[in-house]
């Protein structure tokens, strides 16, 4: 194994702690349009309740659901989306195609980055 090493020209790292701390854990957040950032990943933990994602745990360690989600959607490599006593949520990587209201994230990306 270790010779097969010598041959690797690129090694990628998950930046989400998973692999230093063997568990991802959320370290801080923000929040855009006036929203309280407790609320936001409250909404989050609620659509990621049943999703089985290292990532989906440490958002529902964080928040606290103020409610159950309904019309939850895995959609792999990009995220979940759910309703959220009747809000729209979609959790997901800045990058990912189709997240609704993504406009407002540029400034956004700059904070949290």
């Known amino acids: 194994m270790l010779e097969r090493l010598a041959r690797v020209d690129i090694v990628a790292f998950d930046k989400t702690g998973t692999l230093t701390e063997r568990t991802a854990t959320v370290t801080a957040s923000a929040a855009v349009a006036?929203?309280?950032?407790?609320?936001?990943?409250?909404?989050?933990?609620?659509?990621?309740?049943?999703?089985?994602?290292?990532?989906?745990?440490?958002?529902?360690?964080?928040?606290?659901?103020?409610?159950?989600?309904?019309?939850?959607?895995?959609?792999?490599?990009?995220?979940?989306?759910?309703?959220?006593?009747?809000r729209h949520v979609t959790v997901g990587a800045l990058g990912s195609s189709g997240v609704a209201g993504a406009g407002d994230l540029p400034e956004f990306a700059d904070e949290v980055a």
């Open 34 to 86: 006036g929203n309280d950032p407790a609320t936001v990943l409250g909404w989050a933990a609620a659509v990621e309740a049943e999703v089985d994602h290292p990532l989906a745990a440490a958002l529902r360690q964080a928040g606290t659901p103020p409610a159950p989600a309904t019309g939850v959607v895995v959609r792999p490599g990009r995220g979940v989306e759910g309703t959220v006593a009747g």
